[in-house]
């Protein structure tokens, strides 16, 4: 579903953040990528929905590549992923519900259908009763749960995760992990970014080690 090929990244002012990096992610895996602070996994996450693009290399998605797609394509190419932060990137002026619907709406969906597929996710994530509420108003993990509740409204087939648990105790990132399971189980792929190693090694999943923005694990 995703493939890597000697995929490079380079900043004026850091020099190169991410060298030569291959690797496959198949259809309904799910996989971490891990390593030291600044060893490139935010900046390798944000090359996939096109936030940054690599200075060489190339990037398949479905077998079509998305590093040279024009900035008309990039809104479609988005559809396809949902993106969950670790600081969450809620509107506090907005409701639960709304903060949800914001990829619908921005879609153009009907209001009917809408709210059929906000109150789906918000159950999925155990926010329900919870839609009327205000961002500010819920703990760490709730307001981590309405990002992904955002991040699967429209029903993604990958989703992209930097650091989901990195603000929260351990009993909380174990649920998040346990609901990023649950959508695997039916199908989606997930990479999630981590440096959790104790939590990625009880989940016994693939790891994608990054050092020094070079893979040296899991590619």
Do not use: W
Not at 21 to 42: D, N, Q, V, Y
Not at 158 to 185: C, V, W
């Amino acid at each position: 579903m995703l493939q890597f090929i000697n995929v490079s990244k380079r900043y004026s002012d850091s020099g190169e953040v991410l060298s030569d990096i291959c690797f496959r992610l198949e259809k309904g895996e799910m996989a971490f990528l891990t390593g030291h602070s600044g060893a490139g996994k935010s900046t390798l996450l944000k090359l996939i929905p096109v936030i940054e693009r690599p200075n060489r290399g190339q990037i398949l998605f479905d077998g079509r590549p998305i590093n040279r797609i024009s900035k008309r394509e990039v809104p479609y190419l988005r559809r396809k992923l949902g993106l969950i932060f670790q600081d969450y990137r809620l509107l506090h002026d907005r409701t639960v519900f709304d903060n949800v619907a914001l990829p619908l709406l921005i879609a153009g969906y009907s209001e009917q259908e809408m709210a059929r597929r906000v109150r789906a996710a918000l159950d999925k994530v155990g926010l329900l009763r919870k839609e009327k509420r205000y961002p500010l108003a819920l703990s760490g993990g709730e307001q981590q749960r309405v990002g992904i509740a955002r991040a699967i409204v429209h029903k993604p087939p990958m989703i992209l995760a930097d650091e989901p648990t990195g603000n929260l105790d351990p009993g909380l990132s174990a649920e998040i992990m346990d609901l990023f399971k649950e959508f695997n189980q039916v199908g989606v792929t997930l990479l999630i970014a981590s440096h959790d190693l104790d939590l990625i090694s009880r989940l016994g999943r693939r790891t994608l080690r990054l050092q020094q923005g070079k893979l040296i694990e899991g590619g």
